[in-house]
C-alpha cells in the first residue's frame, strides 16, 4: 500500500494546520477549478465568405447574428455594427478565423 498525498490532501493538511475546517478546504479548491478558462468553441460547418446583408467579403471575422430587421444573417462586422442587435445569448455571436482555418468564437 503506497502512503503517496494526493494534492487534495496536502491542501487539507495546510488548512487544518491553520485551524481552518476540511469544508473550506473543498470550497477553495471547487472556486479555483470553477475559474479555468472555458473550452473554445468553432463554427461547424462552411459559413461561406460574404456576407448575408451586403454580400460583401467578411474577410477574418464575421457575425451570426440577430438582425433588426427579424431573421438572423451571418455578417460582416459593419453590417452586424448597423443592422445587428449585439452580442450575447440570443443576439449573436462573433467569429474569427484562425491559422488552421477554422472560425473560432470570440465574443457572444
Not at 477553495?28 to 470553477?34: G, R
Not at 452586424?80 to 445569448?89: A, I
Request: charged share 20%.
Amino acid at each position: 500500500m503506497s502512503n503517496s498525498k494526493t494534492p487534495f490532501d496536502i491542501v487539507c493538511e495546510l488548512f487544518a494546520a491553520e485551524g481552518r475546517t476540511h469544508s473550506f478546504a473543498v470550497s477553495n479548491m471547487l472556486a479555483a477549478t470553477s475559474k479555468r478558462a472555458p473550452k473554445p468553441r468553432y463554427w461547424t460547418g462552411n459559413p461561406g465568405h460574404e456576407c448575408n446583408v451586403c454580400h460583401q467579403n467578411w474577410g477574418k471575422t464575421f457575425v451570426d447574428g440577430a438582425t433588426s430587421m427579424g431573421p438572423w444573417a451571418n455578417m460582416c462586422t459593419e453590417c452586424h455594427r448597423r443592422y445587428g442587435r449585439g452580442l450575447g445569448e440570443g443576439k449573436g455571436q462573433r467569429y474569427e478565423k484562425q491559422p488552421d482555418g477554422r472560425w473560432l468564437k470570440t465574443g457572444g
